[in-house]
């Protein structure tokens, strides 16, 4: 089974929007999020709300929804006539609009240690939504660019450091005075995600040669 992204950003309509081209998308909208691979966008799009925050759930990675996205919705259309209609409405507007679809978001793949950031910009063209512009930055898959990222990562490397120090000693104040050391132990020498007791027996050595000084609780 393919490993699973989630990705989070913002959908941003550019130029020219109409009520009715903002109803059409809306209608595609609700049909993306109940994909496996779903787009989420909670709120509805109009004149005044063109930019609107999103969550995905990605095949591989996110970007491969997008790559799927007009794909996906013409397989949906063959038994939806409500869908196929605003899809077609809409990119007939769009193009004579030249209105674009704007998703700017930041996606992790943590099966691939996959960490990046990307700009996609849709256009249409002759009934399809294709892909006009994309500006991928990939990031290496780190502590240090997952923090950067709202994923969560300060309560998961909390969690980490917590269980290192248990595995040195059961002594609270040695906890506390070595917790920075161990927190930038731990930032240097894992990855996103690890758990104490999932280290590799090499990796478990390191760590406690690194805190020899220390009284070991041996586990």
Known sequence: MANCSDAYGTVTLIGEWTPDMCHNLNVLKREWVYWHYSIIIDDDFS????????FG??????????????????????????????????????????SQIEFKYNDEESGNLVLYSDVVTFAAKDGHLVIEQSNEQSHDYTWENYLGFDYGGEEQLAELVDDLLAMLTADQSLHDANRERVEEWAKANTLPHATADHMGEEETAAFREAFSDIDLKRV
């Open 47 to 54: 004149p005044f709300d063109l930019s609107l925050g999103f």
């Open 57 to 98: 759930i990605g095949r591989w990675t996110f970007k491969s929804n997008l790559e799927s996205l007009d794909e996906w919705t013409r397989e949906e259309m063959e038994n939806k006539p409500l869908l196929a209609a605003a899809y077609l409405a809409l990119t007939e507007d769009m193009e004579r609009h030249g």
